[in-house]
């Protein structure tokens, strides 16, 4: 089936730092999905992404569409205590959304 | 904006017994919804996706007399977990989606512990 490779698996930085993480697939996609999940609760969607290239931004939160549309990147800049959570990206194969590993980030005060 | 409410949050049943959790989508009609599994520390993993009017489609490997789907109506999709064993035990998620915007909303999730 489809998979989705995101890394890191986990980050662990201080408070203001910034973070990148990405996922990639051999296969083309149309549509690239960025979540957060706290824990004990569902994910929720930070950027939604349409296009080969488009560059979108949510806050200090920017993704980017890949050009091969194989791959997206989510940066997080100057990253505070509430980042803290599971970064899932997420993409619609047929009807149905298949997500990436998950980026665990940790942030230290 | 969308919402999608899920209920309940957390439920202890032992084994044997049935549990059922509802997804409701609060402000939007969804004629589909999806219902996810997730293991700790593990990613989302599609079960089964719910229609309303008709059957639902399980993913391979997901048991369709185990886990009952039943979407009556345009705003309810239930889960029904029967004869649960505690490897049923894991974090339930629905979803569903506000047509004509794209991209899922998530329920808060469901904590199943089976003793």
């Known amino acids: 089936g489809q998979q989705l490779n995101q890394s890191p698996q986990s980050m662990f930085i201080q408070e203001g730092e910034d973070v990148s993480m990405n996922c990639t697939s051999s296969?083309?996609?149309?549509?690239w999905l960025w979540y957060k999940q706290d824990p004990g609760e569902g994910p929720v969607l930070l950027i939604a992404?349409?296009?080969?290239?488009e560059l979108t931004s949510n806050g200090r939160l920017t993704a980017q569409f890949g050009i091969t549309r194989k791959d997206s990147f989510l940066n997080i800049s100057a990253s505070i205590p509430s980042d803290v959570g599971i970064y899932f990206c997420a993409t619609k194969g047929a009807q149905k959304l298949v997500f990436g590993q998950g980026t665990r980030l940790t942030i230290n005060p | 904006g969308a919402v999608v409410s899920q209920h309940p949050s957390w439920v202890i049943c032992k084994s044997g017994t049935s549990v059922k959790i509802e997804c409701r989508s609060l402000d939007f009609q969804a004629t589909t919804m999806f219902w996810y599994r997730q293991f700790p520390k593990q990613s989302l993993m599609l079960m089964a996706t719910?229609?309303?009017?008709?059957?639902?489609?399980?993913e391979q490997g997901v048991e369709k007399d185990k886990f009952l789907i039943n979407h009556a109506s345009l705003t309810l999709s239930t889960l029904t977990v029967t004869s649960a064993h505690p490897e049923d035990s894991s974090f339930y998620i629905c979803s569903a989606r506000d047509p004509p915007i794209r991209p899922l909303h998530f329920g808060n999730g469901t904590r199943l512990t089976v003793t």
């Open positions: 992404l349409y296009k080969a290239g």
């Open positions: 719910s229609n309303e009017g008709s059957k639902a489609t399980y």
């Open positions: 296969s083309i996609f149309n549509t």
